[in-house]
């Protein structure tokens, strides 16, 4: 540990923050933006920050945080003006004198504020007399500043048209003193007048290191969040009992007020700095909140700064993006601290803090109360030391955009500055002898401005960075950042309060005052609200058009410690009329308009509203699916053993031991119904579930089960080896753990008594290995079964491929390995996942298909009991190298051939792959010390690098860290730039191609299409899928299932999954269905689906890790 106060700030707990942005290019006619310079705007504020012996970086981590900017029409004429905080100089107010014109007004306005440290800045109307009133936060009772925050009251116009205004924050009770970051006025419990929600931020030296439970319930007065009541006017701190947290962990540097779920009443999403959880409030329509981060949300952002809510994929539902500072350039990301270690990542875990990733979470509202993060499928994660998000449709094309500021003005994440300043010598002068000489320490930090980003929305849950090409290429640091119509012309233009430099004022291009025709086209809406609420802050907007939907709330606070234009503008594309428009007041209340006329600004009044809007409409659904977990009696839990690989083998991509819990579905008592085993994880004791006539389960004590409780099993099979009438089981064992010979690494196969007791049978040849599938098939076509037995891994040499076993029976259970006279490809075939027989050409006999890590998906054709791979060259499965997962068959295109559905690694990882830049492993001993390392590269800007950090690196290869001394010189440093020619010569290399699941449409003579399924089924792993006809239409569908936890830390664990219905159309295409629609929602890791018949029955059973066993049937 440090002995600094901020000794964290250079720990593996990075603190501060900072920003950056644009570029001088101008945008191009009818599209873009344009920097609009300070000799004509007006514009020459800067925020620039003056450090001093009494109040800097190491005594203040959030120094560097930057100002907000507010922007709204504060004098009545139309034109949108704005504010600025300044962290140590006077703030500024600028009203808009046309044509992007502005005057500094601050001192005639009197709206300069204290000396002392602002943060966050707000417009409403807070005494409700149709003027827009300025909230101003400051750091207070901190070191030297002991400021309060500011309420200026807009007591109106001057006779030159200037606004004048007067703190009046003591009279309204709203003086407070605390560290502040941002207000947010809205009516959460909608009796007509705004309340207030205060967000404030900690810091380190509050004690907020610990247990959460310990920490997260006990107030704080500084540091702690407020919710502040109005009652008449005045406001009242209703905090306690409320459900807000007002305690000293929560680093909040973002907050949003949006009707998450839809049901008519303002909820609050808070973005906390740090190791404390984000605050996801649900508004309870009492006065109160519950926070359900945890049940809604799988992850979150880590060091969390602005944060947007809006419906970006036009679903009608709000989705939230949150601010973080993954690095996109490979050298910054490799220079600066990373991801926790596991070890203290897993320890904060304990402690009662949430799964939480360094980079942008992408928050995709799936209707039902949960979310999915989709950042890395968006292509949004990594904007460097990010700060304001903002959605708005920019480019008016009916899509919602993103725009980041981003950037710093000091790096104290740079891991060789870390290294520097945390010598003993160099920390005692800082904590206890702090003069001129230490301040200049602070100059050794690193500097790097980068350009803002503006991503375009591809329609289709992706976007594409379009600030170069948009013009937005400008270089700075930019923290606050607001958009508004400031030149009246129907788009959006863009405002950022930057460090060091001047404000930038971006004008929007889509719409050319001189352009005719208009090639974009817009509608905009201005509110009028009742009394207490004048602007309708909380109104939504809902435009429907060409039988789809966009939405906007009235919400002016967003990103990080600003507020945007009240006044709403939709893009409409090339249509010149909409369908309709429905505007709904926080009342509830809600007026339509019909076939409106666009390129206009509607004012819609609530007086002339009525009626009261049904939200139901929007949860409205006769889903197909019901749960039914409850019914079965099945009381299984699968508890994994707590093993993490990443110790010895450091550069593993992600752990090969939690692979279970796989169930075997069969008649084990024959008495014509269903009976479920279900494997258990190392020392947990697999189970035999037996099925009572009255469709109930009964737990089957098995005592073979229990001698062999030591094992992880990983799949089984019931199947009637022995040729007397009943199944028997066979039970493959894996998890990685066990090596050599140990005999816990045996495959298992329990005969059958006939009545569903099963011992041990001594069939199997011996075979120690950690195993990942058996499938049972007469592949010899002699009257019995055999087996297929794959291989996952071999304990710690996961790049040396295994040998598979092809088992020939004898009729009578005993087993012979065929594999190197019948399928001798398998006798050095690695990492398969799952393997399935189908009779994949039509010849009457059954194929081998094998779904593995670092291989394309693989057809082994049997020709009279002989398995050879089929030619990859001009069959469309060459270049298919993935990590496939799993795979089934059904002749989905109803050709009358066998198609596949192939389960992936999906495309919402950290790692990308392509024909052109794939995803490798080598593997070697690449510091010849007798073991073998895996090292994962990827390319990024065209270059291939090694996956991993220098510490990680370093860790499995110590040799290393002599080559480089300096985490700089490492970020420099490509693949080939770690390793020498001759080096990688000796490697085996793997490679992947696509990690998209895929449907594989059979075209007949070993002809193959590849195509991806549906965006849904990408936003995960698909490790299990059951194939049926669900909505008895005739066409076959697809159920997939997955998740993936047990994941290099810096990869995160991939989780947005929650089961998705894929709805065939007999043609080979997919579409997926909503989950409130199926009515299906599968948390957890996804290990197994299996249909299981009760009672006349068809039960859909989810085989869970670390979890219980879930169920879920079609409605009756």
């Known amino acids: 540990m440090l002995k600094i106060r901020l000794r964290y700030i250079f720990s593996v707990i990075v603190l501060v923050f900072g920003l950056s942005a644009c570029s001088d290019k101008k945008g191009g006619t009818g599209g873009g933006f344009r920097f609009v310079p300070s000799s004509e705007s007006g514009i020459t504020f800067r925020n620039v920050l003056k450090e001093s012996v009494e109040f800097n970086i190491f005594n203040y981590m959030y120094f560097y945080n930057g100002g907000g900017v507010a922007v709204g029409d504060v004098n009545g004429d139309g034109l949108v003006d704005m504010f600025f905080t300044s962290n140590q100089d006077p703030d500024k107010l600028y009203l808009n004198q046309g044509d992007l014109k502005f005057k500094d007004v601050t001192d005639a306005a009197g709206v300069a504020g204290f000396n002392g440290w602002t943060t966050g800045v707000t417009m409403a109307d807070v005494n409700n007399d149709g003027r827009l009133d300025i909230y101003v936060g400051y750091l207070g009772d901190y070191l030297i500043f002991k400021g309060k925050n500011q309420l200026f009251i807009n007591e109106g116009n001057d006779a030159n048209g200037v606004p004048k205004f007067t703190d009046r924050a003591m009279e309204y009770g709203l003086d407070l003193v605390g560290f502040a970051t941002q207000a947010s006025f809205f009516d959460y419990d909608r009796d007509g007048d705004l309340d207030m929600f205060m967000l404030n931020h900690s810091l380190h030296e509050n004690g907020t290191f610990g247990m959460s439970k310990n920490l997260r319930f006990q107030s704080h007065p500084l540091a702690g969040d407020k919710l502040m009541r109005n009652d008449e006017g005045h406001f009242i701190d209703v905090t306690k009992g409320s459900g807000i947290l007002d305690n000293a962990i929560g680093y909040g540097l973002g907050v949003v007020v949006s009707d998450i779920n839809l049901d008519g009443w303002p909820d609050v999403y808070v973005g906390n700095d740090f190791h404390e959880n984000d605050y996801l409030y649900i508004n309870q329509k009492n006065g109160t909140f519950a926070e359900v981060l945890d049940k809604s949300m799988n992850h979150t952002s880590r060091y969390t700064m602005g944060v947007d809510f809006a419906d970006f994929n036009n679903d009608a539902f709000p989705d939230l993006a949150a601010m973080d500072m993954l690095p996109e350039d490979p050298f910054i990301l490799k220079a600066s601290a990373a991801e926790d270690a596991y070890d203290l990542f897993d320890f904060k875990l304990r402690y009662g803090y949430n799964y939480q990733y360094t980079r942008n979470a992408l928050q995709l509202n799936n209707q039902d109360g949960t979310f999915s993060e989709i950042a890395l499928y968006a292509g949004v994660s990594a904007t460097d030391w990010s700060w304001s998000t903002l959605f708005a449709d920019f480019d008016l094309d009916g899509k919602k955009d993103i725009f980041i500021s981003n950037g710093i003005l000091r790096r104290s994440n740079d891991l060789d500055y870390i290294n520097f300043i945390t010598t003993d010598s160099i920390q005692e002068g800082i904590k206890y002898k702090m003069d001129e000489k230490h301040l200049k320490l602070i100059e050794k930090m690193p500097k790097i401005k980068l350009a803002n980003y503006l991503y375009h929305n591809n329609g289709d849950s992706t976007f594409t960075n379009k600030a170069p090409e948009w013009g937005l290429d400008k270089i700075s640091y930019s923290h606050g950042a607001a ?64 039988g789809k939907v966009q939405v906007q709330e009235c919400t002016p606070v967003r990103g990080y410690q600003s507020a945007v234009d009240t006044r709403l503008i939709f893009g409409t594309g090339t249509d010149k009329t909409i369908d309709s428009l429905v505007v709904v007041w926080p009342n509830d209340t809600y007026e339509v308009l019909k076939q409106v006329a666009v390129d206009q600004q509607l004012e819609l009044d609530q007086a002339k509203s009525s009626g009261k809007f049904d939200y139901d409409r929007f949860h409205r659904a006769k889903p197909i699916f019901e749960e039914t977990t409850a019914t079965l009696g099945i009381n299984f839990t699968h508890r994994e053993n707590k093993f993490v690989e990443f110790t010895r083998e450091a550069l593993l991509p992600h752990m090969l031991s939690a692979e279970g819990p796989h169930a075997a579905v069969g008649d084990v008592n024959n008495d014509g119904l269903d009976d479920v085993f279900v494997g258990g994880a190392k020392w947990q004791t697999s189970r035999l579930f037996v099925q009572n006539k009255n469709g109930k389960f009964t737990d089957s004590f098995q005592r073979s089960f229990e001698r062999d409780s030591i094992q992880e099993n990983v799949d089984a099979a019931f199947a009637d080896v022995d040729g007397d009438g009943d199944k028997d089981l066979i039970v493959i064992t894996g998890g990685n753990e066990f090596t050599g010979n140990s005999v816990h690494r045996q495959p298992k196969l329990y005969a059958n008594d006939g009545k569903g007791n099963f011992t041990s049978a001594k069939g199997l040849p011996e075979m120690m290995i950690t195993g990942s599938s058996v499938s049972v098939n007469d592949f010899d076509k002699d009257g019995d079964l055999d087996l297929f037995i794959a291989v996952r891994t071999i304990p710690y040499k996961y790049g040396e491929e295994p040998k598979n076993y092809l088992l020939q029976n004898d009729g009578k259970g005993n087993f012979t390995d065929v594999t190197k006279s019948a399928a001798p490809v398998l006798e050095q075939f690695g990492f398969i996942k799952q393997s399935v027989w189908a009779d994949i050409d039509n010849d009457k006999d059954d194929d081998l298909i094998l779904a593995a890590e670092w291989k394309p998906i693989t057809i082994l054709v049997n020709t009279a009991g002989k398995l050879t791979p089929l030619a990859l060259e001009g069959s469309g499965l060459e270049k298919t190298n993935g990590w496939w997962s799993h795979i089934e068959l059904a002749d989905f295109d109803q050709d009358g051939d066998l198609d596949l559905v192939a389960g992936n690694l999906g495309l919402n990882s950290t790692l990308k792959a392509s024909l052109a830049e794939p995803v490798k492993m080598y593997y070697s001993d690449f510091d010849n010390n007798g073991s073998f390392e895996q090292v994962l590269t990827h390319f990024t800007q065209g270059k291939e690098y090694p996956y991993y950090t220098r510490d990680e690196m370093v860790k499995q290869m110590p040799i290393l860290k002599k080559k480089f001394l300096s985490a700089n010189k490492f970020a420099a440093a490509t693949f080939k730039d770690v390793f020498d020619e001759e080096t990688l010569k000796k490697a085996k290399v793997f490679q992947a191609y696509a990690f998209e699941s895929a449907y594989i449409e059979n075209k007949g003579n070993g002809k193959f299409e590849v195509r991806p399924l549906p965006p849904v089924a990408q936003f995960s792993t698909v490790n299990a899928m059951i194939i049926e006809d669900f909505n008895r239409d005739g066409h076959t569908d697809v159920f997939v299932a997955g998740n993936f936890y047990p994941i290099n830390i810096q990869m995160g664990r991939y989780d947005a999954s929650y089961g998705t219905l894929l709805v065939g159309d007999g043609k080979g295409h997919f579409k997926a269905m909503a989950n409130k629609d199926s009515g ?37």
């Open 483 to 546: 958009y508004a119509d400031l030149d009246n012309d129907g788009d959006l233009d863009l405002v950022t309060n930057n460090v060091e430099d001047e404000a930038f004022v971006m004008e929007n291009l889509f719409r050319n005052k001189n352009q005719e025709p208009q090639t974009s086209h817009f509608l905009g809406v201005k509110l009028k609200g009742p009394s207490g609420n004048l602007y309708g802050l909380g109104t939504k907007v809902f435009l429907y058009n060409g």
């Open 1080 to 1116: 299906a929602c599968l948390k957890g890791e996804i290990r197994d689906l299996k249909p299981v018949t009760l009672a006349g029955r068809v039960h859909y059973m989810g085989f869970r890790n670390n979890a219980s066993v879930v169920s879920f049937a079609l409605k009756k």
